[in-house]
Each structure stands twice: as C-alpha cells, then as structure tokens.
C-alpha cells in the first residue's frame, strides 16, 4: 500500500521538539571537504542556524576560507609536498575512470583520526568529505557508540565510489563492474571502496539523513544500509532575510539588463559539468529568442557552451554574498534547473526565496522542492530540449502567471524550507540519538 503525505505532514517538526530545552552541554562536529559548492554552504548554513539555536557547534573543513567564527581548518594539506602528493593521487585515480566520470575512494592520502581535533564532540555531523578525510583511520578513531549523523548531499556514502548512480543498481548488491571505470571488473576500485566502507560502518553508530525524500529512498536501497541505525529525511534550509526578493526593476538596472528583454537564470558550480544540462538549457532558448530578447543570466565557475546570436549572455562569475545573489535571482523572469539529476537543488530553493519561479526537470529531490503549476513547472521528460523549450515559451506568454508563481514559491520556502526549521529539524534528531 502507497501512502502519500501532503508536504505539511512530510516536513512537520516531531511533536518532541516543541518546548525541548535546546542541547547546550552538547557539542556537534561537522565535516566539510570545502565550504564551496552547494554541500559546502549547506553546511556552513546548518552549522550557523544551529549556533543561533544555541547548539554548540563547530564546522571543520578541509578548503576554503572561514566566512564566521567556529569554521577551522583541520587536516590540512596546504604544503608543498603535500598538495603535489593529493594532486598525484587525484591524477592516478582519474585515469582509471571513464571520461567525465567521478569515482572516490573512502581513504584518502594521510590518516585523519578525530583525536587530532583535541576534546572529543557529543555528536559528529558528516558532509561531503571526498578527497579529505581518511574514512577508514576516522571511523576506527570513534568512541564505541558516538552518534554519527551523515548528511547526504549526494549518495557516495551508499556507493562504492559514485556519486550518482544513474541507471546503475549494483549498489543495491555489492558494487562491482562499475561503469564508471575503464577496465571494470569483478573485484575492481568499486568493488573495494564498498568494502572497505562496510568495515568502516558496521561498528559505527551511523544515521543517514536525506536532503529530499528521493534522496533518503536511493540510501535505503543501498547493501550498506544494513549498517545504518536510522533514516531521516530534512530538507536543506535558507536564511529567508539574506535571501529575499528584490523589486525586478531594480535588480536588473544594477546589474545592467534591459527591462523589455526574457532573462532565464543559471547557476551551477561548474559549467563544464554535462549533468548541469547548461548546453539543453542553451539549445532551448534559441527558439525562445526568435520571439523575443533573451538575456541569459548565469553564475558559477567553469566556461557555458557557446550560445551563438540572438542570445544576450550575462555571467557574473562566483557569487558569495547572500545580497548580490538576490539581485541576480530576482532579475530573472524564471529560474532553470536543466539537470538531469539533483539530489535536492539548493540553487532552485534560493531562487524561490526571492520570489521567482523555477523550471526543472521532475528528478531527484526537485518535486519534493518545487510544486509544480504553483511554484514553478516540472518537465518531465528528464533531458529533453522540446520539452524545455515548450516551457519556456509558456513563462514568455504568460507574465502574470509566473509572477504569481514566485510570490507562491516565496511563501512555500517561509513555511517550509527555512534555515531554522533545518536547524531545529537537525537538533530534535540529536536530541533523540543522546
């Protein structure tokens, strides 16, 4: 039998969090690889949200520079010696793999045991930790029964190696002849990394927690799920007073776009990532831009595809400050997510926030973000330019609509998706594992 939940049910606060004293005598660690890219500020958000609930918390991270107190850097590799030794290791393990696949290993090139850090936390909250920690010399450090919550960004905690598994199930089994390796085999680089995984998990008190409820359905396939104590689903939050709409005239005259043009917004971490479907997303506006001006508005690192004529192209590199991406979102007419697969998709979440529509493709995590004919629209066929093409025709016919789509998908991010229901969904979970 299918039991469906309205998004009021699904992201209710557990009746034990309402009047709970907020864990102050219990200090929770997270882990970080980087604080850039969608897990990075993920965790930076939960880590703050957390401190304002007066959580005792402190985020460690491996890259990047501290933007508050409480971010320290930990296992560093920052001398010479040390970042050629992880630039070789990189290099070595990225020849084995197929072109544009991404394959990690759970160890990494030095040991990275919690001691290191000095006194010990109540609680460790993982992240993205790919390529900086050493699971098997971190996982053997902790205590005998301390609580282990991973937040799942992608689902690499329940591969052998990937990040996406795509069409892939091996997964489900024992992972083994990978697609994603040149020369794979029964017992080949997937094959051992899920190994090795299920001997750093079967000892550990582990809890997975799922940024969307697809996200915490694919965990639950995994054979390394047997090891999981616990399976929760919370959503990523944003800070509704950072992240809030700006009237359209203005944010387009700062950032120099003409009123009378359809600007379609774009950002990603890296252009050149295929999944970020950047090239669909281009292909479809052409057919737009014999209608009317288009302006393509993006950010992020990396080069986007050529666009050819008739397509105005504004890039506005990396952007970190809450108040200039508030500007740039609130200068689009509707916001895309041309991915063939999110997890959950932070970026659509903050354009919501300020107030304008979103069009993705209906996969991964996304529909549990974005109601589709309310808040935005969902296609879909996953990949296909028509389909996206169509839609966004129908966002240029139909002004009214989409505005009141943003001003929807506003209120849905204010009753549903703020950064201190997170936090409080985050501390009733801790509660419970104390």
């Not at 915490?216 to 959503?235: G, K, N, W, Y």
């Not at 991915?339 to 493709?361: D, W, Y």
């Not at 991964?364 to 093409?389: A, C, H």
Request: net charge positive.
């Amino acid at each position: 039998m299918r039991v469906e939940f309205s998004s009021d049910q699904l992201y209710a606060l557990p009746e034990s969090a309402s009047g709970r004293e907020p864990l102050s005598e219990v200090s929770v660690y997270h882990f970080t690889s980087e604080l850039s890219g969608g897990a990075g500020v993920a965790a930076q958000r939960l880590h703050g949200a957390l401190s304002h609930c007066n959580v005792r918390s402190k985020l460690f991270y491996g890259a990047g520079g501290p933007p508050e107190k409480e971010c320290l850097p930990a296992y560093r590799n920052q001398t010479f010696f040390w970042r050629n030794v992880g630039a070789l290791a990189i290099s070595r393990r990225h020849r084995r793999n197929v072109p544009g696949g991404l394959l990690t290993s759970p160890g990494w090139i030095r040991k990275t045991p919690i001691q290191a850090l000095g006194d010990l936390p109540g609680i460790v909250n993982l992240h993205w930790v790919s390529r900086w920690l050493d699971l098997p010399s971190f996982f053997n450090s902790l205590p005998a029964g301390l609580p282990v919550v991973w937040s799942l960004h992608d689902l690499n905690p329940a591969t052998g190696g990937c990040h996406h598994t795509g069409e892939c199930d091996h997964f489900t089994k024992h992972c083994g002849y990978c697609p994603l390796l040149k020369s794979p085999g029964a017992r080949d680089d997937a094959f051992r990394y899920f190994q090795i995984k299920s001997k750093c998990y079967e000892r550990s008190n582990l809890h997975f927690v799922g940024n969307s409820e697809w996200t915490t359905a694919q965990a639950r396939r995994s054979a390394l799920a047997r090891h999981v104590r616990s399976f929760r689903t919370i959503p990523l939050g944003v800070n509704i007073e950072q992240f809030r709409p700006v009237e359209r005239h203005c944010a387009r005259q700062a950032l120099g776009i003409a009123e009378e043009r359809f600007v379609a917004g774009f950002a990603c971490a890296d252009f050149n990532d295929p999944n970020k479907g950047g090239a669909i997303l281009i292909d479809a506006l052409r057919t737009v831009a014999n209608q009317k001006p288009v302006t393509l508005l993006a950010f992020g690192s990396g080069k986007l595809p050529p666009v050819g004529d008739g397509i105005e192209v504004v890039e506005l590199g990396r952007l970190t400050s809450p108040r200039v991406q508030s500007l740039f979102y609130s200068a689009a007419d509707v916001f895309v997510v041309p991915s063939r697969v999110e997890s959950f998709g932070l970026t659509a979440l903050e354009a919501m926030a300020c107030a304008t529509p979103v069009l993705a493709f209906r996969t991964g995590g996304l529909p549990d973000l974005i109601t589709d004919g309310e808040t935005g629209l969902l296609e879909n066929e996953i990949g296909s330019r028509d389909g996206l093409k169509n839609k966004l025709l129908w966002f240029l016919n139909h002004p009214r609509e989409r505005s009141e789509m943003g001003c929807r998908g506003r209120l849905r991010v204010e009753k549903h998706f703020t950064d201190t229901l997170m936090a409080r969904r985050y501390e009733s979970l801790y509660a419970e594992l104390c």
